[in-house]
């Protein structure tokens, strides 16, 4: 009998299955599809020789993770490159504030009269990044803080809505800066504890920058899964698991999926009816030929392009698509450009880019052209760069991988008391209504992202029962 099998080989299940071997136990991943990598793979989805992201593409919360800088990662072929400016956003007018790894830097390209505000804002919790990252990312109960007095105190700036902590700032730039932040997970700008994801996203550039992984994002499930056979962990793929009795008899069951499935494949029932999925995404991936020709410099030195005019234009484009159930006519689009510091992505002289908008979930229509306008606005020309494109929106991300439920590939809303306490209002999120079932997906704390925390944190629940029993 086996100790541990985990259901899911995205890189939660992987870490959840490497902290559980390198403990000494035995354990197995079973994998439906024919490949290995759930939101972190790298495929050649246009033309050969271009090689895309279909899921994630840069890694903040990645190169910042606890679990993932205590893994000799490295070793295995898991290697971070960092373009020169770990983010930009361009505004009509060819301006552009960034997001550098200096504050400084950051501040400026704010304006003189937010440089100061920005400063504030963010030093005093630079300073203890680390410890913040790790009880952030811990939380609940799977480790007692570190630095409870700094956590609190980023409780009480990050907790209220993202609107609160923005009027702070008088000019433009950083009030838009600030709302693409907190739009990478899809939340309304109003919601809950939005101010918290931004401040996350901004301390977490300035620690370790926005890399993206040389080979692409497959190179990091690779790398777990090389580790995990190293230590003699099995991974079985084109296993698709429909009840628990299609699984090998294991002392524990840990599961990289939705809620949704775990209480199908369990036999659950209702127990997770109340989880909430949000909006969807409507992502293209193109094979350029040559740089995106953006009209502010910024841009053209950066790993990620945040592309919204105005912090009131992000916000109406994330409403419409999550509270009014229609995609925007300007939709807020996150952009990666990987060929800007890994050419072995494309061809010489060529360029991969990834980009998404926000949809209404099970969206079905096509907003290519919509996204290919709205970059236009800021990159002229952009259309004449473009040599083939793949387009997935809603039903095809969800059929590529089935956590993305109705598009949603934060595999669950991230707003209310959802966004900090999921799949359940429960203080062990990671157990289930059988004591030998865990879930370990981005349904559950710390939530969606490439970091493993969710694994990890999981891996630990399992680990302690096993070893009482």
């Given amino acids: 009998m086996l100790d541990a099998v985990v259901v899911g080989a ?23 599809r024919d490949a290995i990598g759930g939101g972190a793979r790298t495929e050649e989805l246009t033309l050969p020789g271009f090689r895309h992201d279909p899921c994630s593409a840069a890694h903040p919360l990645g190169i910042n ?7 000799p990662l490295d070793r295995y072929g898991l290697e971070w490159l960092h373009a020169e400016l770990p983010m930009a956003h361009p505004f009509p007018d060819g301006t552009a504030a960034i997001l550098s790894r200096s504050v400084g830097e950051t501040a400026a390209s704010l304006g003189p009269r937010d440089a100061g505000t920005y400063r504030r804002l963010v030093e005093p919790f630079l300073h203890h990044w680390d410890t913040l990252a790790r009880d952030f990312m811990s939380l609940p109960l799977t480790a007692l803080p570190r630095d409870p007095v700094t956590l609190a105190r980023f409780g009480l700036v990050g907790l209220p809505p993202s609107t609160w902590l923005t009027r702070r700032f008088r000019d433009e730039p950083a009030k838009t800066l600030f709302a693409g932040l907190v739009a990478h997970v899809m939340a309304p700008l109003t919601g809950f504890a939005t101010g918290a994801i931004g401040l996350v996203f901004a301390l977490a550039a300035h620690a370790r920058g926005w890399p ?13 899964a090389a580790y995990l056979k190293d230590l003699d962990g099995a991974i079985h793929t084109d296993y698709e698991v429909k009840r628990l009795d299609d699984l090998p008899p294991a002392r524990a069951y840990v599961f990289d999926t939705s809620p949704t499935a775990l209480a199908r494949i369990a036999g659950f029932g209702r127990y997770y009816e109340g989880y909430r999925y949000g909006p969807g995404v409507f992502k293209v991936d193109y094979a350029l030929d040559g740089p ?15 592309i919204g005019a105005s912090s009131a234009e992000i916000g109406t484009a994330l409403r419409e698509a999550s509270r009014l159930g229609r995609a925007p006519d300007r939709p807020f689009l996150i952009t990666v450009q990987p060929s800007v510091v890994d050419p072995t992505r494309a061809p010489d002289g060529k360029q991969v880019f990834w980009v998404y908008g926000h949809v209404p979930s099970g969206w079905t229509g096509d907003l290519t052209d919509t996204i290919e306008r709205q970059l236009e606005r800021f990159a002229p020309g952009f259309r004449d760069r473009v040599l083939a494109r793949a387009t997935a929106g809603p039903p095809e991300l969800a059929a590529r991988n089935a956590n993305y439920v109705g598009g949603d590939i934060a595999s669950g809303a991230v707003s209310g008391l959802q966004t900090v306490l999921r799949p359940k209002l429960s203080l062990f999120p990671y157990s289930t ?3 030998a079932v865990y879930i370990c997906s981005s349904a559950t704390p710390p939530g969606p992202g490439v970091h493993g925390m969710s694994g990890h944190n999981a891996a630990k629940a399992v680990w302690r ?5």
């Fill in 10 to 32: 995205g890189p939660n299940g992987l870490t959840a299955a490497v902290e559980l071997a390198r403990r000494g136990f035995s354990v197995a991943v079973f994998e439906a």
């Fill in 65 to 71: 993770s606890p679990a993932f800088r205590a893994l």
């Fill in 212 to 224: 993206v992984a040389r080979g692409g994002s497959q190179s990091i499930s690779d790398a777990l």
């Fill in 292 to 306: 995106v020709p953006w009209t502010a410099e910024e841009p053209r030195k950066a790993g990620t392009v945040q």
């Fill in 433 to 435: 209504p059988h004591p």
């Fill in 465 to 469: 029962r096993l070893r009482q029993t």
